[in-house]
C-alpha cells in the first residue's frame, strides 16, 4: 500500500508538470484554435535562459522571475510579428510555422548551449520531512510552485478587468470588440502568459530530466494527453486531466510492474510509459473528442 501511495504522490508532481503545459496549450487554443507544437521548445528555451543567468551569478529565484519575465515578452513577440499577418491564413500554413518555431527554437538552443546534458539545480531543501517516504523535497516543491501558480491564474482570469477582457476576446471576439476590448492585444497577453506558464515548467522539471533541447519532448505529449483528456476547450479541465495523465501513467507502470513480480509476465513497464499518453490521446479522440469536461462546440455554416 506505500508503494501505491508513493506512485500516486509521484504521479502528482509529474501531473503538476503536465497541467501547466496543457493550461498553455489550452491557452492558445481557445483563442486561436490551433495547437501550439512548439510550446515545448519554447519552455526549453526558457530554462537555458534561466540556466545561463544562474551561470553567470544569479541566483536561482531571481533567474526563474527574469526568465517568465522574458518569456512573456518572446510569446507576446512572435504573436504579433508572426502569426499576426497569418490570422486569415489557411490552417495548414500556421500548423507549419507552429514545427517551423519548434526546429528554430531547438536548433538555437543546440548551436548556443550545445546538445550535452547538463545538471540544473533545485532550488528546494533537501531536508526530508513528513513526507520524505512517499514523495522528495523537489517533487513536493513542484507541486506548490504550481499550485501557486494556477491559482494566480484563476484569480487574474476570473476577477481582474485585464482576464475578464482576455476571457471575451478568446469567447466571442466579435461581441468584445463591440464592448470596446481590444481584441489582437487581449490574444498577444495570452500568447505572452501561455509562453511564461511554459517557462515555470521547464524550470521546474530540468532538476528532475536534465536539461538538454530535447527535454520537453516526452512531456508536451504527456501534456497535450491530459488537455485532450481534461477537454481542450476547457482550462480547468485541462489542468484536472494534466494531473490524471501524471497519476495514470504511474499507476499503469506500477500494475504492469507488479504483474511481473506475481507472474512473471512483462507486460509494461517503466519503458512504455510514454505508450500510456499515446493510447490516451487516440482513446479521447476516437470516443469523445471533446474530452472529459470540455464543452461540445456546433458551429453553423
Not at 29 to 47: K, L, P
Not at 108 to 115: F, H, K, R, T
Not at 186 to 203: D, H, I
Request: net charge neutral; proline share 4%.
Amino acid at each position: 500500500m506505500e508503494q501505491l501511495m508513493q506512485q500516486v504522490v509521484s504521479g502528482l508532481a509529474n501531473g503538476a508538470i503536465y497541467a501547466c503545459v496543457a493550461l498553455a496549450l489550452v491557452m492558445i487554443f481557445v483563442s486561436t484554435d490551433h495547437i501550439n507544437f512548439a510550446q515545448g521548445e519554447m519552455a526549453m528555451f526558457s530554462t537555458y535562459i534561466a540556466w545561463q543567468l544562474m551561470q553567470w551569478g544569479a541566483g536561482f529565484w531571481p533567474a526563474f522571475f527574469i526568465a517568465i519575465a522574458v518569456s512573456f515578452v518572446g510569446g507576446l513577440t512572435i504573436e504579433r510579428v508572426i502569426l499576426r499577418p497569418l490570422h486569415t491564413a489557411p490552417v495548414l500554413s500556421i500548423v507549419v510555422v507552429f514545427i517551423g518555431l519548434l526546429a528554430i527554437c531547438n536548433s538555437i538552443a543546440g548551436s548556443v548551449w550545445s546538445y550535452l546534458i547538463k545538471e540544473f539545480p533545485s532550488p528546494f531543501p533537501k531536508d526530508t520531512f513528513g513526507l520524505a517516504g512517499l514523495i522528495g523535497p523537489h517533487q513536493f516543491g513542484v507541486v506548490l510552485v504550481t499550485i501557486v501558480v494556477l491559482s494566480l491564474l484563476f484569480v487574474f482570469f476570473r476577477f481582474t478587468p485585464l482576464g475578464l477582457a482576455m476571457r471575451a476576446a478568446a469567447q466571442n471576439p466579435v461581441s468584445a470588440r463591440l464592448a470596446g476590448v481590444r481584441v489582437d492585444w487581449m490574444l498577444a497577453l495570452g500568447w505572452g502568459l501561455a509562453a511564461a506558464v511554459g517557462a515555470v515548467a521547464g524550470t521546474m522539471v530540468a532538476h528532475i530530466v536534465y536539461l538538454d533541447p530535447n527535454m520537453m519532448g516526452g512531456i508536451l505529449l504527456y501534456a497535450f494527453a491530459g488537455a485532450l483528456l481534461g477537454g481542450i476547450s476547457n482550462p480547468g479541465g485541462a489542468v484536472l486531466g494534466g494531473f490524471m495523465v501524471g497519476v495514470l501513467e504511474n499507476l499503469v507502470a506500477f500494475i504492469g510492474n507488479a504483474i511481473e513480480k506475481s507472474f512473471g509476465v512483462y507486460i509494461i513497464g517503466n519503458g512504455e510509459k510514454l505508450t500510456v499518453a499515446l493510447i490516451i490521446v487516440i482513446t479521447v479522440l476516437t470516443v469523445k473528442p471533446s474530452g472529459l469536461f470540455g464543452r461540445v462546440v456546433v458551429k453553423r455554416v
